[in-house]
């Protein structure tokens, strides 16, 4: 059964080849449009031109507690940065498997890692997608 009223952050996660990140604390989906092409000149009597600008873009981030095991630890998390892997993202409620999601095939493009004093270490991680971003039915 599908999801209803409004989703609690919680609830969705971030799945790379349809598994999810193992104690995630969020994750976040961003999408740019077309925008627009700086064309100003010197015939623009000092009012700013643009052009309208093709193609989308997106990423998708994620953030755990650095673990060393589990589902997709922090070294087979390390391991796809490295390798220049491409994975299917999934961004997605956790339970309802008749939920609508965000897909596309992807590449991680950086890693962070946070250690702060007397608190749980992160890691953290970009993936930037490689074409169509598809938001899909199951």
Not at 8 to 23: E, Q, R
Not at 42 to 50: A, Q, R
Not at 76 to 94: G, H, P, W
């Amino acid at each position: 059964m599908a999801t209803t009223g409004k989703i609690n952050g919680t609830d969705i996660l971030l799945y790379v080849d349809n598994v999810a990140v193992s104690h995630s604390t969020s994750c976040s989906l961003n999408i740019s449009g077309p925008g627009t092409i700086p064309v100003s000149n010197k015939d623009s009597s000092n009012w700013i031109e643009k052009l309208k600008r093709k193609g989308y873009e997106w990423t998708m981030s994620v953030e755990a507690f650095y673990t060393l095991d589990g589902t997709l630890s922090t070294q087979e998390i390390y391991d796809l940065f490295r390798n220049n892997s491409t994975v299917t993202l999934k961004f997605s409620t956790a339970a309802a498997s008749a939920d609508r999601f965000f897909s596309g095939s992807a590449v991680a493009t950086g890693a962070n890692f946070d250690a702060p004093q007397e608190d749980g270490v992160v890691l953290g991680c970009e993936f930037e997608g490689l074409g169509i971003l598809e938001f899909l039915a199951t």
